[in-house]
């Protein structure tokens, strides 16, 4: 059973990262069902949203010439350019509606992706690697030892969040079963490889709550 030095960050479960949505996830949806099971048993439940104005740098749109998924060289370097999606107020920023029990357990939401000009994948710090999101005070003031994390999408924010939970000194352990990919160009096994590098661990639903 999970104590109260655990925690489950539930990664962007909104409606623009499932099927339907601006920038949807192949089966995005299938993680609520899980999500929702997880939540149910940890006492330490944190979501996180992905929020960003009109006009985000993040967006091809924002980039004369470029189209969804082109790179383009930022500020703080290389970024993938999404489609417009989760603006700030909009139907698609919402959590999935289905996800309701898990968002009524959260004892706290974490809005990212809110800066006009930086991105944000990870729950800790935003795409330039160094301005802090404050999650990592938030668990350490809660005695918050290690991690369970699940939502969407696996090869961005739920890899990046847990790779920075690790470096943080946290255990952090990803579900899988409850995470889905965008999988653009490989970014999965390359994700994959950098958790596990990282020392991230995997745990199915079953051992997160054994
Ligand atoms: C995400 C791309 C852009 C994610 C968010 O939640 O994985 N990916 N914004
Ligand atoms: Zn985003």
Redesign the pocket.
């Known amino acids: 059973m999970p104590t109260d030095s655990d925690a489950l960050i539930l ?2 479960i909104q409606n623009d ?1 499932c099927p339907g949505g601006a ?1 949807a996830v192949a089966d995005g949806d299938a993680v609520v069902t899980p999500a929702n099971t997880l939540a149910a048993h940890f006492g330490i439940v944190i979501l996180t949203q ?1 929020w960003h104005p009109a006009g985000h740098h ?1 967006f091809a749109s924002a980039h004369a010439g470029k189209r969804p998924f082109d790179v383009a060289e930022l500020a703080y370097g290389p970024q993938v350019l ?1 489609p417009d ?2 603006v700030q107020g909009t139907a698609g920023a919402q959590f999935h509606a289905g996800l309701a029990p898990a968002v009524d357990r959260a004892q706290l939401i974490v809005r990212k ?1 809110f800066r006009p000009t930086i ?1 944000s ?1 990870s729950a800790f710090f935003e795409n330039d690697r160094v301005t802090p999101t404050g999650l990592s005070g938030a668990l350490r003031d809660r005695g918050v030892r290690r991690v369970f994390l699940a939502g ?2 696996t090869d ?3 890899a990046y969040s847990a790779t920075d939970a690790a470096r943080l000194g946290f255990e952090a352990l990803i579900v899988e079963e409850a995470c889905r990919a ?1 999988d653009l160009d490989g970014s999965l096994a390359a994700a994959r490889r950098d958790w596990m590098a990282a020392g991230v661990k995997g745990a199915t639903v079953a051992e997160a709550l054994a």
């Open positions: 990664i962007d990262f920038l992905d993040s999404w999606h989760c992706g991105d994948y969407l999408a961005y924010c739920v965008i």
